[in-house]
């Protein structure tokens, strides 16, 4: 089995401020780690992915996440929100074992504030 | 390219109606997925399909079923409906590698009065 805490519901932020999301994950197996932004009565997008390599990985929009495996997290990061940010935030763990089953995070509402 | 398409949009149903959600995508995707989102609970999957004619349970499957003839598309069936049901549902597909991520669709927002 696998799970996935994202540790903050809601995150206000000012315009042009650095912000992290945070993520943890449990897993008996390897994963892969995802992010995922949903914009308002809109579908989820991919933001960035972990799959191997590199712990630091750079996604779209300037967010970047680090993967920490021993503290078995995948926090997300951007040095400076725009307005634009404003969305909900998906943390997913898929398992790398078998057959394609993604979990997700219950998601992070980030608001930035003018 | 469309990717993920679902319809209808938005749909109102009664307690104890029947509907199916539609889901198609033309990537030649060989998995499918649902997915329904609550407030507070994120996205919690429904069942999926790993080709067509192969249909697997999800974390929450009562009340729903899914077939999966075609590689396109993949509907989703309430029954009979509960006001339980009501949440916005997402379909997803991927090409089934461990290493690809879910294509979403748009979303279709049911209410169960």
């Known amino acids: 089995a696998q799970s996935v805490t994202q540790l903050d519901s809601q995150v206000p932020v000012f315009e042009e401020a650095p912000v992290e999301l945070r993520c943890n994950y449990s897993s008996s197996v390897s994963v892969y780690l995802f992010w995922y932004v949903q914009y308002p009565n809109q579908g989820l997008q991919l933001l960035l992915k972990?799959?191997?390599?590199?712990?630091l990985v750079k996604g779209i929009n300037g967010f970047e996440a680090e993967f920490n495996k021993s503290q078995t997290s995948f926090h997300l990061r951007k040095p400076s929100v725009h307005i634009s940010d404003t969305a909900e935030y998906f943390c997913a763990v898929m398992n790398s074992g078998g057959y394609q089953k993604v979990t997700f995070g219950i998601g992070t509402k980030l608001q930035v504030i003018p | 390219n469309a990717g993920v398409t679902q319809t209808p949009k938005f749909q109102v149903l009664k307690t104890g109606q029947s509907m199916t959600l539609q889901c198609a995508q033309d990537?030649?995707?060989?998995?499918m997925s649902w997915y329904r989102q609550d407030p507070g609970m994120g996205l919690r999957l429904i069942h999926y399909?790993?080709?067509?004619?192969?249909?697997d349970q999800g974390e929450v499957p009562n009340g729903y079923n899914v077939s999966r003839s075609t590689t396109e598309d993949f509907p989703l069936r309430l029954l009979s409906a509960a006001p339980s049901q009501t949440s916005v549902y997402f379909c997803?597909?991927?090409?089934?590698?461990?290493?690809?991520?879910?294509?979403f669709g748009n979303g279709t927002r049911l209410t169960v009065t």
């Open positions: 399909s790993v080709g067509a004619g192969i249909t």
């Open positions: 990537m030649n995707h060989e998995y």
């Open positions: 997803a597909s991927s090409s089934g590698r461990n290493n690809s991520p879910l294509h």
């Open positions: 972990y799959l191997s390599g590199s712990t």
